[in-house]
């Protein structure tokens, strides 16, 4: 497993722009996919993102394509989450995870063994 810490959240109005980091420490980050999920208040955890170990095939929840931009440097330890053209919908917990090294990018939230602590967005119409 590697710890993970969110940060860069906060209150934005809609049409705004916010960076999403996550820092990991532990082995082999390179090595992991990496996701972001978001949980909006009394809803369920929803896939926003993900990053495969590679980088080469980013993939999107539909209601974020076109907006939000994920992205990694492995050389800091960190994948990034630009989300643009912020809608009140988009207001939720986002929570950075990691999955096992090597494995097969997913949506799935159950199979990243890593989550942060979690950032808040609020997006204000």
């Known amino acids: 497993q590697v710890q993970l810490v969110e940060s860069g959240g906060g209150l934005v109005q809609a049409g705004g722009s916010l960076r999403l980091s996550c820092a990991a420490s532990?082995?082999?980050?390179?090595?992991?996919?990496m996701g972001w999920f978001r949980e909006a208040l009394g809803k369920g955890r929803e896939f926003v993102a993900a990053?495969?170990?590679?980088?080469?095939?980013?993939i999107y929840a539909d209601s974020v394509k076109g907006r939000f931009t994920i992205s990694r440097d492995n050389a800091k330890n960190t994948v990034y989450l630009q989300m643009n053209s912020l809608k009140p919908d988009d207001t939720a917990v986002y929570y950075c995870?990691?999955?096992?090294?090597?494995?097969?990018?997913?949506?799935?939230?159950?199979?990243?063994?890593?989550w942060g602590q979690g950032t808040q967005v609020t997006v204000s119409s």
């Open positions: 995870a990691a999955d096992a090294p090597y494995h097969a990018i997913t949506t799935i939230g159950s199979e990243y063994d890593s």
């Open positions: 532990g082995r082999s980050f390179s090595a992991r996919t």
């Open positions: 990053i495969s170990w590679s980088a080469s095939r980013p």
